[in-house]
């Protein structure tokens, strides 16, 4: 009766002790699916938020940017020469917002003697000698591009004097045009000087 007794107990302390083991094993599996289901989540997080900033990033860089149509020789008045002025035609990339004209920034660099760079600069709210600011295609002129629109300018890339101590176009030489949107994208374009008629493509 006694060794009956001890044996039903043994069998009850086993299956006690099976039940005990199960349910360690059960709490870890838990505790091990709640640690990798914080770190996915986690990750999850990380990776929408580089992506929304990746997103806003590149909607930004090419959504503020110049799109240049056309570069052509421009004219100046009588107080310079048609060599120093191009004329360029230009339109807002898609998705931009409306830009106002202080902040498109150009910038044109050469080499005129070949070994110190000139740089001339400014922003598309500057006029040149002749009065000429950024207007739309009938000649009106205008402060803020929208998109849709197409505009023109004309920018002094030289000087009267037509030496080296400025961009002066002359025939077979090259230039590099940056043109930047103050918080968008730039746009760059290399001149080249085949032909310095008035109305002469230089891109």
Request: negative net charge.
């Amino acid at each position: 009766m006694n060794n009956m007794k001890n044996e039903n107990e043994n069998a009850r302390d086993s299956v006690a002790a099976i039940g005990i083991g199960a349910m360690i094993v059960f709490i870890a599996l838990v505790l091990v699916a709640a640690v990798a289901s914080a770190v996915i989540i986690q990750t999850g997080e990380k990776l929408q938020q580089n992506a929304q900033k990746t997103g806003a990033d590149t909607q930004q860089e090419i959504g503020g940017k110049i799109s240049i149509i056309t570069v052509n020789m421009g004219a100046f008045g009588t107080a310079t020469t048609v060599a120093d002025e191009i004329q360029v035609v230009f339109e807002l990339a898609p998705g931009s917002e409306p830009i106002d004209d202080t902040q498109v920034i150009w910038s044109i660099v050469c080499l005129p003697t070949g070994t110190t760079a000139i740089i001339m600069n400014g922003d598309f709210n500057t006029v040149d000698t002749a009065g000429n600011a950024a207007t739309d295609l009938i000649g009106t002129t205008v402060t803020t591009f929208n998109p849709g629109n197409v505009y023109m300018i004309n920018l002094i890339i030289g000087n009267a004097a037509g030496d080296d101590t400025a961009c002066n176009a002359k025939l077979n030489e090259e230039h590099t045009m940056l043109i930047s949107v103050e918080g968008g994208g730039s746009t760059y374009e290399l001149l080249s000087f085949t032909d310095l008629t008035q109305g002469a493509s230089v891109v």
